[in-house]
């Protein structure tokens, strides 16, 4: 079902009880692209008193232990696969993207996903859109915390069946071509703003699993936008996360809040 919104990657938020904040779509990425708008978005920052991104960064970067993204029992890719199916997987991705798959042999295979995504990418920035603007908003003195929390992203991602992990790492290993043209696509969408094609492309790509990462988590994410008691905030998200019939904006005007999208290109 098609939602009636304009293209934006920034919305300003209009509570019931007279508050104001700003809800921000971004990306984990370091390309180029995702900065486009870096310098509007750091003004608008400065003008807030709170920063929230999904997560707490720095409760993350105390809590998580690199085990926490490792297949659980000490299992690897190796052994769960077999052989020649690994060894082709293996050929495929360093032949067409140049990196090697028993690098992340231990690793959760969403992580091994999100790692490829990443590699695909350039890596024009120090760090991904979404760690810059935090660590902008720390440097600014603005109190810094997250929609979600870090054990509620861990205990996710390990709730997720192994098997349909490795069924979809091994689906997008088979056609690496087609999912770096996907990449790239999410890439232009994203500097056009268009964040219903990112929305579409993203359920698309997450198969059973758009249940669980989209709309069961837009849903507890939007009821913490409206629920926050403090008036001008700087919330970020995924920018996948904006548009949809369970999206944040749709969410978020059906909890009473005027959502009015901001022209980035000005």
């Known amino acids: 079902m098609f939602i009636s919104m304009r293209n934006a990657l920034l919305w300003q938020l209009f509570y019931p009880d007279g508050k104001e904040s700003l809800l921000f779509g971004t990306m984990h990425v370091r390309d180029k692209s995702a900065y486009r708008f870096v310098d509007t978005i750091k003004e608008k920052i400065l003008l ?9 960064l720095n409760e993350a970067g105390l809590s998580i232990k690199p085990e926490d993204y490792m297949m659980p029992s000490g299992v690897s890719l190796r052994e769960l696969l077999p052989k020649r199916k690994y060894e082709r997987m293996q050929k495929y991705l360093e032949k067409i993207i140049g990196i090697q798959l028993e690098n992340f042999d231990m690793l959760l295979p969403l992580i091994t996903i999100n790692k490829i995504a990443e590699s695909i990418l350039t890596e024009d920035e120090a760090l991904s859109l979404d760690h810059y603007l935090w660590l902008f908003a720390e440097q600014h003195s603005k109190a810094c915390g997250g929609i979600e929390s870090v054990e509620e992203q861990l205990e996710l991602m390990k709730s997720i069946n192994i098997d349909l992990q490795l069924r979809m790492l091994v689906k997008l290993c088979k056609n690496l071509s087609s999912y770096r043209k996907q990449v790239n696509t999410l890439k232009n969408y994203y500097e056009n703003q268009q964040i219903h094609q990112l929305y579409k492309v993203t359920r698309s790509s997450l198969g059973k699993l758009k249940h669980d990462l989209l709309k069961k988590r837009n849903i507890k994410m939007a009821r913490r936008i409206a629920d926050i008691d403090l008036d001008k905030n700087f919330f970020t ?23 009015k999208a901001i022209n980035l290109n000005i």
């Open 237 to 259: 998200v995924g920018a996948a996360h904006l548009a949809g019939y369970y999206g944040l904006i749709r969410l978020l005007r059906q909890d009473g809040i005027k959502c």
């Open 48 to 56: 807030c008193n709170c920063y929230y991104g999904e997560i707490d």
